[in-house]
């Protein structure tokens, strides 16, 4: 049986109070892309009614990167790097560790039980970066050598275009499914039988701008990520 979880790692931009000072005078970085997926909440929250269990963060990724392992070179942040290492320690200890452990523990004692996972890790990306306009609406990123990935991504996009043929909707991108990642790591810890990941990123120019467009976009996934599951 199939199982539906999920995530949302950039849900918020919130600074524990004891590394608030960290971030005097970096409002403006702290609310842009850089500080958290925008829009991404609220459409977990949306979707999340679609899931069996599910799990979210509100920390800002600028304290530290949930959707990283720890060898990543940017696991902290231009300005948390510097910290020295028994404070790094600290902050993986209470606000790292605990959120991807309960997350792993979840799908362990599901596959456990001789459930199958299907793991979707809601994410935005910006519509520009680096001055270069990403050319998609929907991303949905996952690892082509595993065919229940590949397949439920397939249909999933078959059903968001059949509800909105206009959608540009792309497969690893605007990022690699392979590529460092929460998924990624699950990956290596639970065999293509027992999980599937899957990373869905959707542009923030959509959360940012008309509501009516946005709350039409979130039924849309709502409503195709139902029926993708159903055909399982």
């Not at 990283?68 to 790094?88: C, V, Y």
């Not at 249909?155 to 059949?162: A, F, R, S, V």
Request: hydrophobic residues 35%; contains cysteine; neutral net charge.
């Amino acid at each position: 049986m199939l199982k539906l979880l999920i995530t949302c790692e950039h849900g918020g931009n919130q600074v524990p109070p004891e590394y608030a000072s960290l971030f005097d005078g970096q409002e403006e970085v702290l609310a842009s892309h850089q500080g958290y997926d925008i829009g991404a909440l609220d459409l977990f929250h949306t979707l999340k009614e679609l899931a069996d269990v599910s799990f979210y963060a509100e920390t800002s990724r600028l304290l530290v990167e949930l959707n990283r392992s720890q060898r990543h070179p940017k696991l902290f942040s231009a300005i948390t790097k510097a910290l020295p290492e028994t404070e790094k320690k600290k902050i993986l200890k209470v606000h790292y560790h605990p959120y991807r452990e309960r997350v792993e523990h979840m799908i362990q004692d599901l596959v456990s039980a001789g459930r199958q996972v299907l793991h979707i890790a809601v994410h935005s990306f910006t519509p520009v970066l680096d001055g270069q306009e990403r050319q998609a609406d929907i991303g949905l990123l996952y690892d082509p050598k595993r065919s229940l990935e590949q397949n439920f991504c397939k249909t999933w996009k078959d059903k968001l275009l059949q509800q909105r043929d206009k959608l540009l909707v792309r497969f690893n991108y605007p990022y690699l499914g392979i590529s460092d990642g929460f998924p990624t790591y699950l990956r290596r810890k639970f065999d293509a039988g027992s999980y599937a990941g899957i990373e869905l990123e959707v542009n923030q120019k959509y959360p940012a701008g008309n509501n009516e467009g946005w709350q039409q976009l979130k039924h849309t996934l709502k409503e195709s990520l139902r029926e993708a599951v159903e055909k399982q």
